[in-house]
């Protein structure tokens, strides 16, 4: 009943947004598009899940109608931009030398980690890897906060300028083959897949921005990416092959788990409100949703010298959801709690506003920033931003450190790697 419902407002919206944006592909109609196929493959339920209770749709649906409604409003607002003509005829031209470099010293520190990790992958296995990681026993103290919060981050930002200069280009140049090599020793290192499938999300973005849909152009002028992006599917084919979620789950079973089950496992939560911090008594005020922000803050004043004993929001929401539970007969979740658990714990029932409006100022803000600058840190912004939408199926993105630190060194990086040009 509920996969109707989303698809009856996924056609007026979509109408709407088309008509508005001028363009099918805008972020609001995304957010329509994986929400509503979400919420049919679980009404669908392939493989028996726990069935997922009806408030959950509502939230969705509430969420969704308040964060297309808001963005709407803020996107007719009036734009202005002073430097739009400036920007317009600066030519600006990406520094391959630097990034190239960038990529090597990137790849060098994290050599020692990655041999680490392929020597327990070798001996122990992919599961056992992963495990590590989870229970810091891998990595921690500055070498954890060196790995997540600099070097994972730089690596993905270097991939995402690599990409663009290629699909502009159409030359595979030495920083995007580095580039992929490190996207493949984060995987390495921490037996991750979210690296690899970041990189493939947002070359497919960009490749659909710049030839829309036109699948023979696509072949046609884009052999060898193409064949990288096959071996980089793959690479990620292998690693989910080999952390299974249950021990007789196939390849699409565990794949439909991290799609679909985080909405039986929301609703887990929702139907266990006073054991999930849910009930309306432990709102966290924000501190979930801005948790990058005391996370950030947290990390510079240990690192001047100060030991201060502050727990993030992020932190807490783990203490609660880290908890695994059974979403079949068979398989158990824990973390992939929709973005619905950010919003409620922090706002309550007023999280369902309050998280949409935070949503909306940022997508709509940069969707206008694309539309009105030719900067190339606008575009790699915006397409970073329409790669996230996925990951609300699993948490609230703006909720992730590196997820800001990445955004913020997207336009660090802009400024350092590109050089001005003679005008044209």
């Known amino acids: 009943m509920f996969s109707v419902i989303f698809l009856l407002f996924t056609i007026v919206f979509f109408a709407i947004n088309r008509s508005i944006f001028k363009r099918n592909a805008n972020f609001l109609n995304i957010f329509w598009i994986i929400f509503f196929t979400a919420v049919s493959l679980s009404e669908i339920n392939l493989y028996s899940f726990k069935p997922v209770n009806s408030i959950v749709y509502v939230y969705i649906l509430i969420s969704l109608i308040a964060i297309e409604l808001i963005s709407l ?6 734009f202005t931009n002073k430097k739009k003509t400036e920007e317009r005829i600066q030519n600006l031209e990406l520094n391959n030398t630097l990034l190239t470099l960038i990529a090597i010293i990137v790849f060098a520190l994290m050599i020692p980690q990655t041999i680490n990790g ?11 890897l992963r495990t590590l990681v989870l229970t ?7 070498v954890r906060v060196f790995l997540y919060y600099i070097l994972t981050p730089i690596s993905k930002v270097i991939a995402f300028f690599s990409i663009l200069d290629l699909v502009r280009s159409k030359k595979i140049k030495l920083h995007f083959i580095i580039g992929i090599i490190n996207i493949v020793q984060i995987s390495l290192l921490t037996a991750g897949r979210s690296s690899i499938f970041d990189f493939l999300l947002f070359l497919l973005i960009v490749v659909f921005d710049v030839y829309h849909l036109n699948i023979v152009k696509i072949l046609k002028e884009n052999k060898k990416m193409i064949s990288l992006g096959a071996l980089l599917i793959i690479f990620l084919f292998i690693i989910t092959s080999n ?3 249950s021990s007789d789950a196939n390849f699409f079973e565990n794949i439909y788990t991290y799609f679909v089950g985080s909405l039986s496992l929301m609703s887990i939560h929702l139907e266990n409100a006073d054991l999930s ?5 432990h709102l966290l005020l924000g501190k979930g949703m801005f948790s990058p922000l005391f996370d950030i803050a947290k990390i510079f004043i240990k690192f001047i010298g100060f030991n201060i004993d502050m727990r993030t929001g992020v932190q807490i929401i783990n203490d609660v959801t880290q908890k ?5 007969n068979n398989i158990k979740m824990n973390n ?4 619905l658990y950010v919003c409620l714990r ?6 369902l506003l309050l998280g949409p409006l935070y949503i909306s100022i940022v997508y709509t803000h940069f969707a206008k920033l694309y539309e009105k600058s030719n900067k190339d840190c606008y575009k790699i912004a915006y397409y970073y931003l329409i790669s996230l939408i996925p990951y609300f199926l699993f948490f609230f993105p703006f909720s992730n450190t590196p997820t800001l630190i990445l955004f913020i060194m997207i336009f660090i990086f802009y400024k350092v790697l590109y050089k001005k040009t003679s005008r044209r």
Not at 122 to 128: A, D, K, V, W
Not at 277 to 281: I, V
């Open 73 to 78: 409003i803020i996107y007719k607002l009036k």
């Open 243 to 245: 952390r299974k979620i």
């Open 118 to 128: 392929i020597n327990i992958i070798r001996s122990q296995g992919l599961s056992m």
């Open 324 to 328: 695994f539970y059974y979403v079949s």
């Open 346 to 351: 922090d706002f309550g029932i007023l999280g």
């Open 336 to 339: 992939n709690v929709t973005f």
């Open 277 to 281: 911090m849910l009930n309306g008594s």
């Open 136 to 142: 810091e026993e891998m990595y921690q103290g500055n």
